[in-house]
């Protein structure tokens, strides 16, 4: 086949597959595929969140990591309504962003107590019948769990240069500096 041949059919694959991307998954020729890319490079390849080996067996347990998610979408709620309390007005928005990346980060690579009281907290069925994991008291402590005092004192940073910065660029561009 010629490379032209190989380019047009790549093509209509991902053409195809744009518009319906959930027949990749029973697609027996894709499989082969990414199965042979994973062969060449010698590992996996992975899209999507890396939960490293800590929370890898989730990718094999549906139900598990759909509550995975909805623990970590209600984390994220809550350090948004925990950083929106403490009035921090413009400064809030990068204060909360910079929150979730420590989140992320802290989920990633969990000290084995964070690990645990995750694992527990995904098997209480009670916290899982909503959207949302409604009970605060979990998830508060949760989070002081996931973000240390070197973590506040990161977003603290980042939020605090944040803020400087748009105060030089009002001043800048108000031209109140002389």
Partial sequence: MSQQE?????????QENAVNP????????WLRKGVEAEDKVGGNIGAGLDWGSAFGFL?????L??????????LNREVRLLLNN????????????????RILENFRLPTP???????????????YGE?????????????????????WETIAAVTADSLKQEIIHQAVSDKISA
């Avoid at 990718?59 to 139900?63: M, P």
């Avoid at 989070?143 to 240390?148: A, D, E, Q, S, Y």
């Fill in 6 to 14: 190989q380019s047009d059919n790549q093509s209509t694959f991902n």
């Fill in 22 to 29: 959930m027949g990749l998954l029973f697609d027996e020729e």
């Fill in 59 to 63: 990718a094999f347990n549906l139900e």
């Fill in 65 to 74: 990591l759909g509550r995975f998610t909805t623990l970590r979408i209600s």
């Fill in 86 to 101: 403490w009035n921090l007005g413009t400064a809030t928005k990068i204060a909360v962003k910079s929150a979730r990346e």
């Fill in 113 to 127: 107590e964070v690990r645990e009281y995750i694992l527990a907290t995904l098997e209480n069925d009670e916290l």
């Fill in 131 to 151: 959207e949302f994991i409604s009970n605060r008291e979990i998830l508060r402590e949760l989070l002081g769990l996931l973000l240390r005092q070197e973590d």
